[in-house]
């Protein structure tokens, strides 16, 4: 039987994200299964701000350089997560030496020289880059971070010029969570539309897509592809997990989320998933996979978060310390009966 990438060739690009003991030699065993199941990989943290920036003047690009060297070894198509995000960014960016806020302009020569830096090193290497993350409010507008409090909203089109300046030959995406939500989408096309009037490069918009057993409504999800695609630039599902596991809600408090399971049998902490669960994990897979195959020529990849249950971090997210099952391999590297579903679609 083909693998992930070999079943979807000519449709869409199949990546997963890595973490730096795939590239490393710790986890083997993984790595071998990255090799043969994707065409595409992203790095889980090493290449965030904190990772390779941690300190002003100071780059570690030990880590990113072996994912690089890694991806490229295995010819696959290599993006860089994440330029510009309000999460994983040392404080120092922000800071001028006797501890006061940067001025704009302070804010700006930093930024620029960021990703200059980073971009530039990678250069014709690292195929596309998340540009900037999470830039969307949960309520309205634009989340009110330190990029856009200091420097305004003209931050999100400044990372891009800076991007496009440092490798004009790569693909540049904004890239956010919960873009099936109808407002979170509206504020998407608009940010985009408005890079696009402006004549800023722009290639896709990534759906980070974290999504939990029986949360995505197929109409909202269907219409952000189709909303987002009808701007002109490529649909991705870039951080594609679905937790089996309670997500703690106003209504559901995060103790109980901690203690119950979805269905009664299942204990939260056992690392084995009872097989009414794996059908229900393999349905709701199947359920996107159908959306994004009809919509393959807009969708430019889709990317797990991921490559086994063993080290997702749904297993410490929205909950420390649960024991989640959102992947199609299990804690052992094995197909679970979602993998081959989604095989058996395309
Ligand atoms: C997560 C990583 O998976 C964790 O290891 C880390 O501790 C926190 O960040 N949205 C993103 C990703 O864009 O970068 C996040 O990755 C998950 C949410």
Same mark, same amino acid.
């Given at each position: 039987?083909?693998?992930?990438?070999?079943?979807?060739?000519?449709?869409?690009?199949?990546?997963?994200?890595?973490?730096?003991?795939?590239?490393?030699?710790?986890?083997?065993?993984?790595?071998?299964?990255?090799?043969?199941?994707?065409?595409?990989? &992203?790095?889980?943290?090493?290449?965030?701000?904190?990772?390779?920036?941690?300190?002003?003047? &100071?780059?570690?690009?030990?880590?990113?350089?072996?994912?690089?060297?890694?991806?490229?070894?295995?010819?696959?198509?290599?993006?860089?997560?994440?330029?510009?995000?309000?999460? /994983?960014?040392?404080?120092?960016?922000?800071?001028?030496?006797?501890?006061?806020?940067?001025?704009?302009? /302070?804010?700006?020569?930093?930024?620029?020289?960021?990703?200059?830096?980073?971009?530039?090193?990678?250069?014709?290497?690292?195929? *596309?880059?998340?540009?900037?993350?999470?830039?969307?409010?949960?309520?309205?507008?634009?989340?009110?971070?330190?990029?856009?409090?200091?420097?305004?909203?003209?931050?999100?089109?400044?990372?891009?010029?800076?991007?496009?300046?440092?490798?004009?030959? *790569?693909?540049?995406?904004?890239?956010?969570?919960?873009?099936?939500?109808?407002?979170?989408?509206?504020?998407?096309?608009?940010?985009?539309?408005?890079?696009?009037?402006?004549?800023?490069?722009?290639?896709?918009?990534?759906?980070?897509?974290?999504?939990?057993?029986?949360?995505?409504?197929?109409?909202?999800?269907?219409?952000?592809?189709?909303?987002?695609?009808?701007?002109?630039?490529?649909?991705?599902?870039?951080?594609?997990?679905?937790?089996?596991?309670?997500?703690?809600?106003?209504?559901?408090?995060?103790?109980?989320? /901690?203690?119950?399971?979805?269905?009664?049998?299942?204990?939260?902490?056992?690392?084995?998933?009872?097989?009414?669960? /794996?059908?229900?994990?393999?349905?709701?897979?199947?359920?996107?996979?159908?959306?994004?195959?009809?919509?393959?020529?807009?969708?430019?990849? &889709?990317?797990?978060?991921?490559?086994?249950?063993?080290?997702?971090?749904?297993?410490?997210?929205?909950?420390?310390?649960?024991?989640?099952?959102?992947?199609?391999?299990?804690?052992?590297?094995?197909?679970?009966?979602?993998?081959?579903?989604?095989?058996?679609?395309?």
């Amino acid at each position: 039987i083909p693998t992930l990438k070999e079943a979807f060739e000519g449709k869409f690009l199949l990546g997963t994200a890595l973490h730096v003991d795939h590239t490393n030699g710790v986890r083997k065993q993984s790595a071998d299964l990255v090799e043969q199941q994707y065409n595409s990989i &992203v790095a889980e943290n090493c290449m965030k701000p904190e990772e390779i920036h941690p300190s002003k003047g &100071v780059y570690n690009f030990k880590e990113a350089d072996q994912f690089v060297e890694y991806g490229e070894k295995n010819n696959m198509f290599i993006v860089g997560h994440t330029l510009v995000w309000h999460s /994983q960014v040392p404080d120092w960016f922000f800071l001028d030496d006797e501890g006061n806020t940067v001025s704009r302009e /302070q804010l700006i020569e930093r930024m620029r020289d960021h990703i200059h830096t980073v971009v530039g090193r990678y250069k014709g290497r690292v195929q *596309a880059w998340d540009v900037v993350n999470e830039a969307i409010d949960d309520k309205e507008g634009l989340r009110k971070s330190k990029w856009h409090q200091i420097i305004g909203e003209d931050f999100i089109e400044l990372a891009f010029q800076f991007a496009h300046e440092a490798d004009p030959d *790569a693909e540049l995406y904004y890239n956010d969570y919960s873009l099936i939500l109808p407002h979170r989408r509206a504020e998407a096309v608009k940010l985009v539309k408005n890079l696009i009037d402006k004549g800023i490069r722009v290639d896709g918009i990534g759906m980070q897509a974290h999504y939990g057993i029986d949360y995505v409504k197929i109409p909202e999800f269907e219409k952000s592809i189709t909303d987002f695609a009808s701007l002109g630039v490529k649909v991705m599902l870039t951080e594609l997990d679905i937790s089996v596991l309670p997500f703690p809600t106003e209504e559901i408090s995060a103790e109980i989320s /901690q203690k119950y399971a979805l269905v009664p049998e299942f204990d939260p902490y056992t690392s084995t998933l009872p097989d009414s669960m /794996q059908a229900k994990l393999a349905q709701n897979y199947v359920d996107l996979f159908k959306v994004l195959l009809k919509y393959q020529e807009k969708i430019g990849r &889709v990317t797990f978060w991921g490559v086994n249950d063993a080290h997702t971090w749904r297993n410490n997210w929205p909950i420390e310390g649960r024991t989640d099952h959102p992947l199609l391999f299990d804690r052992n590297n094995q197909p679970k009966k979602a993998y081959h579903a989604v095989l058996e679609l395309a």
